[in-house]
C-alpha cells in the first residue's frame, strides 16, 4: 500500500512534470510563432540577440525546437518580417539556422567566404533592416575558416582570388609574434576574429541609412565568433 508521504511524493513529481512540460511547449510553440510585422515591432535589438542566444544554447544543449515547418510555409506566405539578419561564411558547418535554432521566417542570411560585406551585400542588409525592419545585424565568423587561411597564404585561384582580397585588409592589420601563415592556428583564430570586426565598423561606415537606425536605437549590429568543434558562439564585444 502507498503511504501518504509516497503518494505526496508522486503527486508533486507529477505536478513538476507537468509545469515542466507546460514551461517547455510554451517555449517551443514561442519559438515556432512566425514573426510578424506586430511581433518585430515590439521586440528590441536586445531581445533580439537575446533570441539569437537562447537558440545557440538549445543547439549546444542539445534541445532544437522541433517547429512544423510546412505550418510556418503557409504562415510566411504572404509576407515576412524576419528579426535578425546574419552575415556568414559559406562553410557548411556554419549555417545561421540551424546555428541559432531559428526557422522560417525568422532571420535573413548573407553568405560568402569569409564573412565581408560589399556594395551587393549591405544593400541587402539595407532591405533587411531600413525596408524590412530586422533589428540586429550579426556578423558571425567561425574557427578553421578555410576563406580565411586561403587569404592568409595568399592563394590563388580563379575568382576565388578576388574575393579573397576581401579579406586581405584583416590579415593585414592582424599581428602576431609566430609564423604569418595558416599552420599558425592562433594566427588564424586572431585574423577571423579581426575580419569579424572590420566587417561591424565598414558596415556602420558603409551605411548612413543603417548608422542612422543604430544611432535610433532601432538596430544593433554585433560581431560572434563560431566553434566548429563545439557548436557555441562566443559574442564580441
Ligand atoms: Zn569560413
Do not use: Y
Not at 76 to 93: E, F, N
Amino acid at each position: 500500500m502507498l503511504s501518504r508521504r509516497m503518494f505526496c511524493g508522486c503527486a508533486s513529481a507529477a505536478v513538476w512534470s507537468g509545469l515542466v512540460a507546460t514551461r517547455a511547449e510554451a517555449a517551443e510553440s514561442a519559438a515556432c510563432a512566425v514573426p510578424t510585422r506586430e511581433s518585430q515591432h515590439a521586440k528590441t535589438p536586445a531581445d533580439v540577440l537575446a533570441r539569437l542566444k537562447a537558440g545557440n544554447e538549445r543547439l549546444v544543449t542539445g534541445n532544437i525546437v522541433q517547429c512544423d515547418l510546412m505550418q510556418q510555409v503557409k504562415g510566411t506566405a504572404s509576407g515576412q518580417a524576419p528579426l535578425a539578419a546574419i552575415v556568414g561564411c559559406i562553410d557548411s558547418r556554419v549555417p545561421p539556422e540551424l546555428v541559432f535554432d531559428q526557422k522560417i521566417g525568422d532571420i535573413f542570411c548573407a553568405r560568402v567566404a569569409g564573412n565581408f560585406v560589399n556594395t551587393d551585400i549591405i544593400g541587402s542588409l539595407e532591405f533587411a533592416t531600413v525596408l524590412s525592419g530586422a533589428r540586429a545585424i550579426v556578423v558571425l565568423g567561425h574557427s578553421s575558416c578555410g576563406a580565411i587561411k586561403g587569404a592568409i597564404d595568399n592563394a590563388k585561384l580563379g575568382n576565388l582570388t578576388a574575393t579573397l582580397a576581401n579579406i586581405r585588409p584583416a590579415v593585414k592589420a592582424t599581428k602576431t609574434s609566430g609564423e604569418r601563415n595558416s599552420k599558425n592556428t592562433a594566427f588564424v583564430e586572431a585574423v577571423a576574429e579581426k575580419n569579424v570586426r572590420m566587417t561591424v565598423a565598414a558596415l556602420n561606415e558603409r551605411s548612413p541609412a543603417m548608422r542612422k537606425l543604430v544611432a535610433a536605437g532601432d538596430l544593433k549590429i554585433v560581431g560572434a565568433m563560431h566553434d566548429i568543434a563545439t557548436g557555441k558562439v562566443t559574442w564580441l564585444s
